[in-house]
């Protein structure tokens, strides 16, 4: 094998096994970069501040508005009592039944409704806790439904406003119902398959005794998140769900800004609820909680981004993409092939995208694909190898939920990777027969 290519191979293997024994990313992803930068005989320092740290920073620069207005939701909704309000509302519905598929399905809404990943992390995160706390359900699924509300079906499914379509669309000049029928059949078969697994994972961890107070957990919770108080005064439901509503209008409605929009979301809920947080310096601690969030988030985000962008420049990294154009196999397994390994090499589905058009369309062409199929099978196989233990917004979210690789990645692994693929051959299958 080539010996770039097993450098990149290696790193990800190391990424993966640090990452499970949680080491922070802070510090993970420098480490991982330097064995990289090492092996490529690429000098060190100026590898960092020339590709590793400006990769990062781009990535603060383009969205840390993002993650601090999400951030701040999401921190009013936990301690206004809104996002319990509507959790204890959908858990009556339910009845506790299928409390992680419907949380998925939420995130999934959300998303498709144009709500970035990074924003209803934040926003569903309150809501899922109360949830499965009041169903008595183990947490260690509430990042795998979480995450695959935002990066499975709601991301790859025909119109979404996702930025893995928004690239195949300017890449390719499709539109973005590319491939309609058959992108809706995955879609739909790749939505019903994690329903099943999530749910199928509630029973199992039910019956094992393995309910919503988990002392195995490394990190645990607060008194005030572990407590369940039945007559507690919350606000209203359909109050509670008026900032999110007006997030959603101001920004597929109105077409604001989803900066603009979320603050806006913000602004309502305070004004709002401005009653069930005691006073002024109650909600500047709400506030400066959300704030500290934020910058967590994003910087465990950024510093795996900056990972990618030392890797996108090593020789390594440009055999791969050659090597990958020798590949003999039916065009559209090419194109997910290809594309779901130029994912994971970047630790990021739409920067695997962007590199896999840029080298290999031409190649995409030759073998007789068309541009609309090409377009959903990349949007799909984008969001599988993408999600190893690496990608940022899986450290992100298990940050912000508050456990460990060891302790919840195996189910986002099932979720994000293996269904996925399923979806992808799926949709081969389906545009074959049509």
């Known amino acids: 094998m080539n010996f770039g290519i097993l450098v990149l191979l290696l790193a990800l293997i190391l990424f993966g096994l640090l990452a499970f024994k949680q080491i922070s990313a802070l510090i993970l992803a420098p480490l991982v970069t330097i064995f990289v930068i090492v092996c490529s005989g690429l000098p060190i320092l100026e590898s960092l501040k020339t590709a590793f740290m400006p990769a990062a920073s781009d990535y603060v620069t ?13 921190a009013v909704y936990q301690h206004t009592g809104a ?32 709500v970035s990943g990074f924003v209803v992390f934040f926003v569903i995160y309150p809501i899922a806790l109360n949830m499965f706390k009041e169903a008595n359900v183990t947490r260690r699924l509430i990042p795998a439904a979480i995450s695959a509300g935002c990066w499975t079906w709601s991301m790859y499914g025909p119109g979404s406003p996702s930025i893995q379509n928004v690239i195949a669309m300017n890449s390719l000049g499709t539109p973005a119902t590319a491939a309609f029928i058959p992108s809706v059949i995955a879609a739909i078969g790749s939505y019903v398959l994690i329903f099943v697994w999530l749910e199928m994972r509630t029973r199992s961890f039910t019956k094992k005794g393995i309910v919503f107070k988990d002392t195995s957990l490394k990190f645990q919770l607060s008194a005030e998140e572990m407590e369940i108080d039945n007559d507690k005064n919350l606000p209203n439901f359909w109050i509670s769900i ?10 597929n409605g109105i077409h604001l800004a989803v900066e603009t929009s979320v603050f806006i979301g913000v602004a309502l809920a305070t004004i709002l609820m401005w009653n069930r947080v005691k006073g002024i310096n109650g909600w500047i601690a709400v506030f400066n909680e959300g704030a500290a969030n934020s910058g967590v988030s994003i910087l465990n985000t950024a510093i795996v981004v900056g990972f990618g962008g030392v890797v996108k420049n090593t020789q390594g990294f440009a055999d791969l993409v050659e090597l990958l154009k020798t590949f003999n196999m039916p065009a559209l397994i090419f194109v997910m092939v290809t594309v779901a390994i130029c994912a994971g090499a970047c630790g990021s589905a739409s920067g695997g995208m962007g590199v896999a058009f840029n080298a290999l369309t031409d190649t995409y062409l030759s073998l007789g694909a068309h541009l609309e199929d090409v377009h959903r099978i990349a949007a799909i196989a984008a969001g599988t190898l993408d999600s190893l233990p690496h990608q940022g917004a899986q450290i992100t979210l298990l940050g912000i939920c508050k456990l460990t690789h060891k302790e919840a ?10 269904i996925p693929f399923i979806s992808c051959f799926l949709f081969i299958i389906v545009t074959a027969v049509l």
């Open 62 to 74: 383009s969205y840390f508005l993002i993650f601090f207005v999400g951030a701040l939701f999401g």
């Open 83 to 114: 996002a319990e309000s509507i959790s204890k509302t959908l858990a009556g519905l339910c009845k506790g039944k299928f409390v992680a598929p419907i949380i998925m399905t939420i995130t999934g809404i959300l998303t498709f409704g144009g």
């Open 242 to 251: 008026i900032p999110i509503a007006a997030i959603l209008i101001c920004f």
């Open 409 to 418: 990645y195996f189910d986002i692994f099932i979720t994000q990777i293996v």
